[in-house]
């Protein structure tokens, strides 16, 4: 993936929940650039949820019925448990 | 000289929150040729945010009346909120709900199929007499939902959406009238003119100035900056309503539903302290009450935890299952945030920087207002700002939770009609857009993209975050602001000389964070100098050196403060304006010292 479409994935990562912003900054920080072109697919399609849905997975209130979001989304949760501050 | 090029509409809207999508519907319906532009995908507007609910005196619990909701509203702002917009609002409200019903809106029910109401802070019945309640909640999704139900209707409207544009500047023409907005695809970082027969600025809050805040990172409050730098006064920027309860650390919001449902704060030794500050309402007096005795209870040695820095909310002696039904998202939040399973063990938590009551002055028609310089105000042509961008006033010196959603929905309306009747009836023609207005655009751009040996966005940032926190926070002090006064404009010579090492054109993050950032200095500017001159305590802001006595209640002194602050960018220039006590069909509700 060129790095147009990393910026336009970064900015996306941009929620209107603050518990996202949390997540997703430590994990563009992070985890990000060393994703593989698939895995950045799957965190496109990601993005593409509602926040309050994205929100309920990243918690793992809710599990996601694609299979292709289950590696993911266990990675972005390891972000959410970590409280460090941003 | 730089042309740029040009698109035309009857009315550009700069934000799809629920104030800019309830404005655009309006518009839409009526036949206008409507563009809304956003930063983001209009249902990720930071309105997603909002889980506790919108108030309306629908009496579907128990009796109420708007005219209770007024006098709590008006009591909430410590009689700094304009009485005339507030009696406007509350009356609107049942009707703005049932509105929004229809819509699709899907509310928590009663059994008999009428709207679910819940209490909340500062809501209470007959005139302060005892809780009532008036807020009425979509689950925990109260936000998200009506941005789902507002966005639809809207593309039914053939609302146009330019989603992933940021607005840079506001144009003016030579008398003041407004003609568009400057504006930039983040996409491919063209520079477009949106000009329009009137604009209407919805673009939220701006809650990121402060370290600890309850916003997610979008609210940079780009409208208030476009504003300053047009000339346009900001009213009462330094009434910032802090959260009481936001987790400690992290900043994410437990919401006041909590304690709608029997929430209660302790301090270190357990004791329920809310009863010694508001005998009555408690735990659910309004929230600057709460959010000042909690740091009380913490400035005097009786917080939580090693570093004694927090109070704890309780809820562990509520049924699960109504934790798990009525508070779904809270513990989720508190596991993941806070570390703490509330069924199990209260939640830490502190005051939170969460809401600003001051804004771009409009009146109740949503029109934009200015001093003339002849000791009127007068209305700016074609410009018009509704929701929390805006300063009506109806939050005064304190908002009410679930008054926000609520002012959204009957100002983005009330700013909707009154744009119309002034396409409609007052615009002939679009004027030539001014060759200097584009250029005052440019030229900052061009400095940002320009800059070498500058200021990484980064640090400028977090000197302002932490400048605000620590000088202007929820308690005040002379020394400290005045020295806040200097920091902030050192601070701002640093936003000045930004520089980005990222020059691309797509999506270029760092770009739109500087330009930001450039908004979010202005804000700071006008909290920070407006915080210093005001030498008493009303509503969320509290000083420490404005005495207790009875003529000036917990420190408010209306003889020399009941006025509008106006903060003028030019110069750091303040100036005044009075309070209108004149409701339109009610009679004053006199001024009281406040207590719960
Ligand atoms: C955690 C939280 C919970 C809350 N809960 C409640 C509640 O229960 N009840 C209640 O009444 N209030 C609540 N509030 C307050 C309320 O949610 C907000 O005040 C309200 O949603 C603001 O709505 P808005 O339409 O003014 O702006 P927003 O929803 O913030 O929307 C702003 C819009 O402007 C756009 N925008 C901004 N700048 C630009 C630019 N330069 N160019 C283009 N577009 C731009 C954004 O993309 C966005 O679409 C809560 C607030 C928070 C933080």
Redesign the interface.
Same mark, same amino acid.
């Given at each position: 993936m060129d790095e147009a479409e990393k910026n336009r994935l970064r900015w996306r990562s941009r929620r209107g929940l603050l518990e996202l912003d949390l997540v997703f900054s430590r994990f563009l920080q992070h985890e990000f650039d060393s994703l593989s072109d698939a895995e950045f697919e799957i965190y496109q399609d990601l993005l593409l949820l509602p926040d309050n849905d994205l929100l309920d997975l990243v918690d793992g209130k809710t599990e996601s019925k694609d299979e292709r979001f289950v590696p993911m989304l266990a990675r972005l949760r390891s972000w959410n448990n970590d409280k460090k501050q941003q | 000289m730089a042309k740029l090029a040009k698109r035309t509409f009857d009315a550009v809207v700069v934000g799809a929150g629920g104030a800019g999508l309830r404005a655009a519907l309006q518009l839409s319906e009526a036949g206008l040729k409507t563009a809304v532009l956003s930063?983001?995908f209009p249902?990720? =507007? %930071?309105?997603? /945010?909002a889980q506790g609910g919108v108030s309306a005196s629908l009496g579907n619990s128990e009796p109420d009346h708007w005219h209770w909701h007024m006098y709590d509203t008006v009591k909430g702002s410590d009689w700094l909120g304009d009485q005339d917009a507030i009696e406007f609002m509350c009356r609107a409200a049942p009707q703005a709900v049932i509105e929004l019903e229809h819509f699709g809106m899907p509310f928590d029910r009663n059994d008999d199929g009428t709207i679910y109401q819940r209490p909340f802070g500062g809501h209470m019945s007959n005139f302060g007499e005892k809780p009532v309640r008036r807020a009425c909640a979509a689950a925990d999704?109260t936000g %998200?939902a009506m941005l %789902?139900a507002l966005y639809q209707r809207n593309v039914r409207a053939n609302t146009q959406f330019f989603v *992933?544009w940021m607005a840079l500047d506001m144009i003016r023409d030579a008398e003041g009238k407004v003609l568009g907005v400057i504006a930039m695809e983040? *996409?491919t970082a063209e520079i477009v003119i949106f000009q329009a027969k009137a604009t209407l600025f919805a673009t939220g809050g701006a809650g990121r100035i402060y370290y600890s =805040?309850? !916003? /997610? +990172? &979008?609210n940079t409050g780009d409208g208030l900056g476009m504003a300053a730098r047009a000339g346009i006064p900001l009213e009462d920027m330094e009434f910032w309503q802090f959260h009481p309860t936001g987790v400690a650390? /992290?900043?994410?919001?437990i919401t006041e539903g909590v304690r709608g449902e029997g929430g209660i704060l302790r301090n270190a030794s357990g004791e329920r302290f809310m009863e010694r500050y508001a005998p009555v309402a408690k735990d659910l007096a309004s929230r600057d009450v709460v959010s000042r005795a909690m740091v009380t209870e913490i400035n005097e040695g009786r917080g939580c935890g090693a570093g004694k820095d927090h109070v704890l909310l309780d809820i562990t002696h509520l049924d699960p299952e109504v934790i798990k039904h009525r508070l779904?998202?809270i513990r *989720? &939040?508190s596991i993941? +945030?806070a570390?703490v399973d509330p069924i199990k063990a209260p939640i830490p938590v502190v005051p939170t920087c969460h809401y600003q009551m001051g804004g771009i002055p409009t009146n109740y028609h949503g029109e934009v207002v200015v001093p003339d310089g002849a000791g009127n105000h007068v209305v700016v042509p074609g410009f018009y700002a509704a929701g929390e961008v805006a300063c009506a006033s109806v939050h005064g010196a304190n908002r009410l939770g679930t008054n926000s959603l609520l002012d959204l929905l009957v100002f983005g309306k009330s700013a909707g009609d009154s744009l119309i009747k002034y396409v409609k009836g007052e615009v002939r023609s679009m004027p030539e857009i001014p060759q200097s207005e584009i250029d005052r655009t440019l030229a900052r751009v061009d400095r940002l993209n320009n800059q070498t040996n500058g200021v990484e966005v980064n640090d400028a940032r977090l000197a302002m975050q932490r400048t605000m926190q620590a000088h202007c926070g929820v308690f005040r002090f002379k020394d400290m602001l005045k020295q806040g006064v200097e920091k902030i404009l050192e601070v701002e010579k640093m936003v000045q000389k930004t520089q980005i090492k990222d020059k =691309?054109?797509?999506? !270029?993050?760092a770009r &739109?964070e500087a330009l930001e950032l450039d908004n979010l200095i202005e804000v700071a500017k006008a909290t920070m100098i407006s915080a210093e001159a005001r030498t008493e305590s009303r509503g969320a802001h509290v000083r420490d050196d404005a005495p207790d006595t009875p003529a000036t209640p917990n420190g408010r002194d209306d003889a020399n403060w009941l006025k509008h602050t106006l903060w003028h960018r030019e110069g750091n220039k303040l100036e005044y304006k009075p309070v209108n006590l004149t409701p339109l069909t009610v009679e004053t509700i006199e001024l009281k010292a406040r207590s719960y």
């Open positions: - | 930063k983001v249902t990720r =507007s %930071h309105t997603v /945010a999704r %998200h %789902h *992933e983040m *996409e =805040s309850t !916003n /997610a +990172f &979008i650390g /992290a900043g994410v919001l779904p998202g *989720e &939040i993941k +945030f570390g =691309s054109k797509v999506f !270029n993050t &739109i």
